[in-house]
Antibody, heavy 122, light 107 residues
């Protein structure tokens, strides 16, 4: 059974750094045919891809947020970590991690975590 | 970035209705389009990938079509469980982008 679960702080202050962890089960982060992404959804707004990481450690980032984001993985712990620096109230959103089932077939998402609501206060 | 525009933003329908949601891309995405269903407080669920491929376990009343810049999601006969928000996502050109969502509500 494939599951992903996000964990991290619920409330942050402006300028702080967000660190979110996605713990996966039911598949391996070393599987050459898989990847993991972070996606966020501000209240009432569209979903937004933030970052992706693949089994060969290839990474890609949203161009508009690239300077603030870092994605990494620890295969032995089955975890993918996202850090976002200099948080602002506009970064208030539900943050999801999601699995990319077949990277060679394109970046869409077949399994999602439950989401982590992160609120940034000024 | 490729802009994805869904229409309508809200759709009112009844159980048993046939409904169609449209997703337009600001430039050609060939067939690299996915559809997701999202219920309040829940994560999105993959319904369709590469325009028309039904994800395993998704009922056959869902179907997708289109190419280039215009795509549709059709639900042939609405069930009570189908009332949700639907999102399209292009994965043709990075950064991959989503539509703003279409809320399907009970009439």
């Amino acid at each position: 059974q494939v599951t992903l679960k996000e964990s991290g702080p619920v409330l942050l202050k402006a300028t702080e750094t967000l660190t979110l962890t996605c713990t996966v089960s039911g598949f391996s982060l070393s599987n050459a045919r898989l990847g993991v992404s972070w996606i966020r959804q501000p209240p009432g707004k569209a979903l937004e891809c933030l970052a992706h990481i693949f089994s060969n450690d290839e990474k890609s980032y949203s161009p508009s947020l690239k300077n603030r984001l870092t994605i990494s993985k620890d295969t032995s712990k089955s975890q993918v970590v996202l850090t976002m620096t200099n948080m602002d109230p506009v970064d208030t959103a539900t943050y999801y991690c999601a699995r990319i089932p077949i990277p060679t077939a394109g970046t869409f998402f077949d399994y999602w975590g439950q989401g982590a609501l992160v609120t940034v206060s000024s | 970035d490729i802009q994805m525009t869904q229409s309508p933003s809200t759709l009112s329908a009844s159980v048993g209705d046939r409904v169609t949601i449209t997703c337009r891309a600001s430039q050609s995405i060939v067939s690299w389009l996915a559809w997701y269903q999202q219920k309040p407080g829940k994560a999105p669920k993959l319904l369709i990938y590469k325009t028309s491929n039904l994800e395993s376990g998704v009922p056959s009343r869902f179907s997708g079509s289109g190419s280039g810049t215009e795509f549709t999601l059709t639900i042939s006969s609405l069930r009570p469980d189908d009332f949700a928000t639907y999102h399209c996502q292009q994965y043709s050109t990075y950064p991959y982008t989503f539509g703003q969502g279409t809320k399907l509500e009970i009439k």
